[in-house]
């Protein structure tokens, strides 16, 4: 059997399923965290090219990671990456729940200069999350010893 890659692993299908999870997860994030502007919400604080490119990057990661078949679950790890870059890309005055826990001036002095750092390791988080994923794929089932 030889090495898997992902033309072996993707047909038409998964890149189908790839590319519309990635979709959705891009434009689901993107509304709700007015990366853009749209009518249902607002943001208090600019945006940048920085937070739409993480987004993006997020989003085509966890369309490769749900379109992988599963051996094992690695929910935890894409779960934290998830979450940290959703809190990086956000609004952090808009997050009521992080300005219910900290409060608006906290956040931002001290969230605001770094939350484009914690979504960026979220993105991290969530490269190591597919890279185990593939590695249990990719890898050969171990032997089973007859007792």
Do not use: H
Request: with cysteine; net charge positive.
């Amino acid at each position: 059997m030889g090495r898997a890659t992902l033309l072996t692993v993707f047909d038409s299908r998964g890149v189908l399923k790839t590319a519309g999870i990635a979709g959705a997860v891009f434009v689901a994030l993107g509304t709700v965290t007015a990366l853009w502007e749209n009518p249902s919400f607002f943001r208090m604080t600019p945006a940048g090219w920085v937070e739409i490119g993480l987004l993006a990057i997020q989003s085509v990661l966890l369309g490769l990671y749900f379109a992988l078949r599963r051996i094992r679950c690695a929910a935890r790890p894409v779960g934290v990456g998830s979450v940290l870059t959703f809190l990086g890309v956000a609004c952090p005055v808009c997050n009521k729940i992080l300005l219910f826990v900290f409060g608006s001036e906290l956040l931002l002095v001290y969230f605001e200069p770094v939350r484009v750092y914690v979504a960026a390791f979220g993105v991290l988080v969530t490269v190591a999350a597919l890279w185990l994923r593939w590695a249990l794929l990719v890898s050969p089932p171990e032997e089973q010893e007859a007792p």
